[in-house]
């Protein structure tokens, strides 16, 4: 009969709430002679979802959608149910109960999905509240784009209650056996399996302590868009500047050779610019950097290359010519006029040599 549980429940709310202040905590008994909290307590925050939303590579940090179970014990809130009519749990504005402050923390533009004071927390029987939240937060995170784009980035998401003595309520976490975590279209993301979560405490005076929970996520990027549009069409690029420098129609023209040279040059800068919009600036590059970088070196040494290995065909013919007016000139002086004279032996061998520069390049960054 419900009119005999409403009463029931209005006796025991009135029991539990005459009197009850929600804005006082109940565990400020560090400096009292009362031992019912002797071993502390704990407040504990469980993982259930997160939802990755976004990397942010020069503002270090990411963004996440996370539902987290908030559970705290308020022994004022605690009752027997035998006494009541059987009723173990209740359901609750949170509003109406006290709650230990746990934000998180190293974030900024925390913001609840549903509002704490507007949502509902179950009490039970033993004086255990528990509470659901969804946020929206930014997390900072230490970003490191020497690996980029084949990187792995292990970030923290941190929760903590300050003020509180160790010996009153610190804050512990665990997560959900088989929580729900989401990624984008380019990140993967997980927990840490081998420590997905961390606890410490630390106390900076008598009177300052904090402790803090911390889920480690492994955040991984997936590279399919960067091998496919930018990393292979870089080393066609390479090889075409390679081509035209050594087998072009310019490739016996000085200026030319230089022209096509700058050319690539600039072809290859392109990614340069795309690279300075994506990742954050660190005092090491980042595998694309690299692969980029080593590349315009490839082109500025083959373009030289190629125009010493004029001069130097040109020198020879000179000095070949003169040997050989000579009326003892040597049969082998012969031979290496004509080398002198054919381009073809030289430019293959160079092509063949900065080719496979070139594909150890992109060998090694993949």
Same mark, same amino acid.
């Given at each position: 009969?419900?009119?005999?549980?409403?009463?029931?429940?209005?006796?025991?709310?009135?029991?539990?709430?005459?009197?009850?202040?929600?804005?006082?905590?109940?565990?400020?008994?560090?400096?009292?002679?009362?031992?019912?909290?002797?071993?502390?307590?704990?407040?504990?925050?469980?993982?259930?979802?997160?939802?990755?939303?976004?990397?942010?590579?020069?503002?270090? #940090?990411?963004?996440?959608?996370?539902?987290? @179970?908030?559970?705290?014990?308020?022994?004022?809130?605690?009752?027997?149910?035998?006494?009541? #009519?059987?009723?173990?749990?209740?359901?609750? /504005?949170?509003?109406?109960?006290?709650?230990?402050?746990?934000?998180?923390?190293?974030?900024?533009?925390? &913001?609840?999905?549903?509002?704490?004071?507007?949502?509902?927390?179950?009490i039970y029987a033993s004086g255990q509240v528990v509470m659901l939240a969804y946020f929206f937060a930014t997390h900072?995170?230490?970003?490191?784009?020497?690996?980029?784009?084949?990187?792995?980035?292990?970030?923290?998401?941190?929760?903590?209650?300050?003020?509180?003595?160790?010996?009153?309520?610190?804050?512990?976490?665990?997560?959900?056996?088989?929580?729900?975590?989401?990624?984008?279209?380019?990140?993967?993301?997980?927990?840490?399996?081998?420590?997905? @979560?961390?606890?410490?405490?630390?106390?900076?005076? &008598?009177?300052?302590?904090? #402790?803090?929970?911390?889920?480690?996520? @492994?955040?991984? /990027?997936?590279?399919?868009?960067?091998?496919?549009?930018?990393?292979?069409?870089?080393?066609?690029?390479?090889?075409?500047?390679?081509?035209?420098?050594?087998?072009?129609?310019?490739?016996?023209?000085?200026?030319?050779?230089?022209?096509?040279?700058?050319?690539?040059?600039?072809?290859?800068?392109?990614?340069?610019?795309?690279?300075?919009?994506?990742?954050?600036?660190?005092?090491?590059?980042?595998?694309?950097?690299?692969?980029?970088?080593?590349?315009?070196?490839?082109?500025?040494?083959?373009?030289?290359?190629?125009?010493?290995?004029?001069?130097?065909?040109?020198?020879? @013919?000179?000095?070949?010519?003169?040997?050989l007016r000579m009326n003892k000139s040597h049969v082998y002086w012969q031979w290496i006029r004509r080398y002198g004279? #054919?381009?073809?032996?030289? /430019?293959?061998?160079?092509?063949?040599?900065?080719?496979?520069?070139?594909?150890?390049?992109?060998?090694?960054?993949?």
């Open positions: 009969d419900f009119g005999v549980y409403w009463n029931a429940m209005k006796r025991l709310q009135d029991q539990l709430f005459t009197g009850y202040d929600n804005d006082t905590s109940p565990y400020a008994t560090a400096f009292t002679n009362f031992t019912w909290n002797g071993n502390g307590s704990y407040a504990k925050i469980i993982m259930l979802r997160s939802r990755l939303l976004s990397m942010r590579e020069r503002e270090q #940090s990411y963004s996440a959608h996370t539902g987290v @179970v908030m559970v705290w014990e308020d022994p004022r809130l605690a009752w027997n149910p035998d006494q009541h #009519s059987g009723i173990n749990h209740m359901y609750m /504005r949170r509003s109406k109960v006290w709650m230990p402050e746990i934000v998180p923390c190293e974030s900024t533009g925390v &913001d609840a999905v549903t509002l704490f004071d507007t949502s509902n927390v179950k900072n995170c230490e970003i490191k784009s020497d690996n980029f784009p084949f990187d792995v980035n292990h970030c923290m998401m941190c929760f903590m209650i300050a003020g509180m003595h160790k010996d009153e309520m610190q804050l512990s976490g665990s997560v959900a056996p088989a929580p729900d975590l989401f990624g984008t279209g380019e990140f993967d993301y997980d927990i840490f399996l081998p420590k997905p @979560v961390m606890g410490v405490f630390v106390s900076f005076d &008598d009177e300052m302590m904090v #402790s803090t929970v911390f889920y480690h996520f @492994v955040i991984t /990027r997936q590279p399919q868009f960067w091998v496919s549009l930018i990393i292979i069409p870089t080393f066609f690029i390479g090889m075409l500047v390679l081509i035209g420098i050594f087998f072009g129609e310019d490739s016996n023209s000085l200026n030319g050779l230089v022209e096509m040279g700058l050319t690539g040059m600039m072809s290859l800068t392109v990614i340069v610019g795309i690279l300075n919009d994506s990742i954050a600036k660190s005092k090491d590059l980042s595998a694309l950097g690299r692969f980029v970088f080593y590349d315009i070196i490839i082109v500025v040494v083959a373009v030289v290359s190629i125009l010493i290995a004029h001069k130097f065909r040109r020198r020879l @013919v000179k000095i070949t010519d003169r040997k004279a #054919s381009t073809s032996i030289t /430019r293959y061998t160079l092509f063949v040599i900065f080719f496979v520069l070139h594909l150890i390049n992109l060998i090694t960054m993949l």
